[in-house]
């Protein structure tokens, strides 16, 4: 590069520094900027950049892939933080909100209210997670639709999920310490290919999964008895179950694709065992 006539994207030519000499940095193309403040990891501080230069001023807003990581503010501000992260033209890619241990109880309502500020700002990603021994009181947290989210996990101790409104571009969908209906969660996403549950201690009295794109299919369900697995997936490749059973127990499982299956039972008193289709 000529140092004397090198230009960036918007045609400008390096600007000189207030002691003296050239501001080469600013005079680097916007795609390589744009990766300097993908690096600072947030909003606030990328936006924050404007105060270098006018060159600077409002780059941010063009950002490929923002990084949003809530880790220590405390449950009654994450409502607030969440809704001054939302910034015109900016696409949050990760979302990464972890709750800190500073509360017994919260109620459900609050944390779907969370949830759909998440929403908002339509992540690609997103990390949820609430402490292990936090109870929530109500019916359950919803879930709403996150139109662009490819990954979503969810993380809690004993939490009731549902949801409303479709994932249309969900790909890999995690479950830990949440209570599901797996077949109503398959339905909202057409295009799944990994989901993984490791329910609560309340459990699903079923395991049903029927779904056209699923490829890679995790359930550990040994926190209640199982009274039914049903698994209809032609395209999935790998296969793992781990459940309690007791009494009867239905068994279908249509697998034609896979190549490694993990299966473990832990069984009770069975009064019927009743195998249907059992194809890999």
């Not at 009064?271 to 194809?279: A, R």
Request: glycine residues 8%.
């Amino acid at each position: 590069m000529d140092e004397s006539g090198a230009r960036n994207d918007s045609g400008s030519p390096p600007q000189p520094c207030p002691g003296g000499g050239v501001d080469l940095i600013s005079a680097l193309p916007d795609d390589l900027l744009l990766q300097v403040l993908e690096r600072l990891g947030s909003v606030a501080a990328a936006a924050r950049s404007g105060l270098v230069s006018r060159r600077w001023r409002d780059l941010w807003t063009s950002l490929p892939k923002v990084t949003v990581a809530l880790h220590d503010v405390p449950f009654g501000s994450l409502l607030a933080a969440l809704r001054s992260a939302t910034r015109p033209g900016v696409c949050h890619y990760y979302l990464d909100i972890r709750v800190p241990g500073q509360d017994d109880r919260v109620a459900s309502s609050s944390v779907s209210s969370l949830l759909h500020a998440a929403a908002l700002l339509s992540p690609v990603e997103l990390l949820f997670t609430l402490p292990q021994d936090l109870q929530v009181s109500g019916f359950g947290a919803e879930l709403p639709s996150f139109r662009r989210a490819t990954t979503i996990e969810l993380r809690a101790g004993d939490l009731y999920v549902y949801g409303r409104g479709g994932l249309p571009s969900l790909e890999r969908l995690a479950f830990s310490g949440c209570c599901v209906y797996l077949a109503a969660w398959i339905t909202r996403c057409p295009r799944l290919r990994v989901l993984s549950v490791n329910s609560t201690p309340v459990g699903m009295g079923s395991i049903t999964i029927c779904s056209a794109s699923q490829q890679e299919l995790v359930v550990d369900n040994r926190n209640t008895w199982t009274c039914c697995v049903d698994v209809q997936a032609p395209v999935l490749k790998q296969l793992t179950l781990a459940f309690c059973a007791h009494g009867d127990l239905r068994v279908s499982v249509l697998v034609p694709m896979a190549e490694k299956i993990l299966w473990r039972c832990i069984a009770g008193r069975f009064t019927g065992l009743e195998f249907g289709d059992f194809w890999r």
